[in-house]
T-cell receptor
Framework: DQQVKQNSPSLSVQEGRISILNCDYT??????FLWYKKYPAEGPTFLIS?????DKNEDGRFTVFLNKSAKHLSLHIVPSQPGDSAVYFC?????????????FGKGTKLSVKP | DTAVSQTPKYLVTQMGNDKSIKCEQN?????MYWYKQDSKKFLKIMFS???????INETVPNRFSPKSPDKAHLNLHINSLELGDSAVYFC??????????FGAGTRLSVL
């Protein structure tokens, strides 16, 4: 029972173009969403987050959009750079959830080609 | 200076053995976690722990036990290892809810 779904296992984008990574969730009680980036042989690193009371959060080249009615969020990277090539995990946190436990999607592997 | 460090990075062992994975964080965080990433690439929470409370994911077998000698350490002990325990195990820590720092992972292979 996947509560957080990333339906695209991989995405390939040309350098300089926009990368859009998508994430869907099923539990309307989730109140906090995060994106993590993971390079091979390393742990996930926090990238950007958004509270359920907002619909957009921007940090430099990274913007996360939240559509609560559709239970959908997306991460936009613009312009994409080869160093952005990594696996991106979407994660959600449940209101009142114990110790802030995160529920992760399966990840999307982004490849940015020079 | 690594914020969350795990040892060992790789662990190869036989079925039935008992093993431990160590985790240390130097961030001063009060909550630590263990996650398992299985062959399907899902990252799933196993435990979360602070100095007050241990929260156990009900799907985790009781062969797995976290042990915290102090606030900066949360070690994972696994008894009677099984083939299905092969996975990458990640330790993480946080101060604020949801914003977690992860270690580099320990790849466990049970033969």
């Amino acid at each position: 029972d996947q509560q957080v779904k990333q339906n695209s296992p991989s995405l390939s984008v040309q350098e300089g173009r926009i990368s859009i990574l998508n994430c869907d969730y099923t539990n309307s009680m989730f109140d906090y969403f995060l994106w993590y980036k993971k390079y091979p042989a390393e742990g996930p690193t926090f990238l950007i987050s958004i509270s359920s009371i907002k619909d957009k959060n921007e940090d430099g080249r990274f913007t996360v959009f939240l559509n609560k009615s559709a239970k959908h969020l997306s991460l936009h990277i613009v312009p994409s750079q080869p160093g952005d090539s990594a696996v991106y995990f979407c994660a959600a946190s449940l209101l009142g959830g114990s110790q802030g436990n995160l529920i992760f999607g399966k990840g999307t592997k982004l490849s940015v080609k020079p | 200076d690594t914020a969350v460090s795990q040892t060992p990075k790789y662990l190869v062992t036989q079925m039935g053995n008992d093993k431990s994975i160590k985790c240390e964080q130097n961030l001063g965080h009060d909550t630590m976690y263990w996650y398992k990433q299985d062959s399907k690439k899902f990252l799933k929470i196993m435990f979360s722990y602070n100095n007050k409370e241990l929260i156990i994911n009900e799907t985790v077998p009781n062969r797995f036990s976290p042990k915290s000698p102090d606030k900066a350490h949360l070690n994972l002990h696994i008894n009677s290892l099984e083939l299905g325990d092969s996975a990458v195990y990640f330790c993480a820590s946080s101060q604020d809810r949801g914003f977690q720092y992860f270690g580099a992972g320990t790849r466990l292979s049970v033969l």
